[in-house]
Every structure is written in C-alpha cells, then in structure tokens.
C-alpha cells in the first residue's frame, strides 16, 4: 500500500518561498502520477499542481507562475517549490497519486501572513 508523508511547510511572509517534498513509499512510484493538493479551512481539498510519468506538469490557474512541481524517481519523491506566496495559498498541503488516491498522510501546513 502506498504511503505518503509530506513535509517543508511553515509560516512565510507575503512573497516568501517554501519548497514542499512528499516521500511515497510501498509501490512503483514512477508509474504514478502525482498531484500537490491542498486544503483551506472551511474549503474543499483542490488539487493544485500535477506531474506525468514523464514529468508533463499542469497547474490550477490560481498557482500557475509561482508554483513548481518536480520528481526524483530515484528518490520516491515529489517536490513542490512555492515562490511569491500570497495569504490565499494558506492551507494545509497534501500529495497524493492522481488517478487512484492512496490513504490520505498528514500533510504539512503552510502559512502565509505577515
């Protein structure tokens, strides 16, 4: 089964960066394709970021510009690198495979204030 544990979040001003890694353990990593998600308060989960097998990227419109997603496949792990965060990107951050969710980890809270 697959797990995930995500880290590297924390509180930053209005346009700091923080660079978000997922460690996938218990299956072949580099046959999924992964997704960033987050989760607001109050709001439902979105999905903000994905990447292909072949590293293909796509982006929510609301973090397109300001958000990188990558992998390392030798590293069963996905990255996300927020630059010029803004105080609507506060939530928590969750990663997860795209097409066949596994058991949602912890995730890692981001803040953004000043």
């Known amino acids: 089964q697959v797990q995930l544990v995500e880290s590297g979040g924390g509180l930053v001003q209005p346009g700091g960066s923080l660079r978000l890694s997922c460690a996938v353990s218990?299956?072949?990593?580099?046959?999924?394709?992964m997704g960033w998600y987050r989760q607001a308060p109050g709001e439902q989960r979105e999905l903000v970021a994905r990447i292909g097998r072949g590293g293909s990227r796509n982006y929510a419109d609301s973090v397109k510009d300001r958000f990188t997603i990558s992998r390392d496949n030798a590293k069963n792990t996905v990255y996300l690198q927020m630059n010029n965060l803004k105080p609507e990107d506060t939530a928590v951050y969750y990663c997860?495979?795209?097409?066949?969710?596994?058991?949602w980890g912890q995730g890692t809270q981001v803040t953004v204030s000043s």
């Open positions: 218990g299956s072949i990593f580099s046959l999924y394709v």
């Open positions: 997860n495979v795209v097409e066949l969710p596994a058991p």
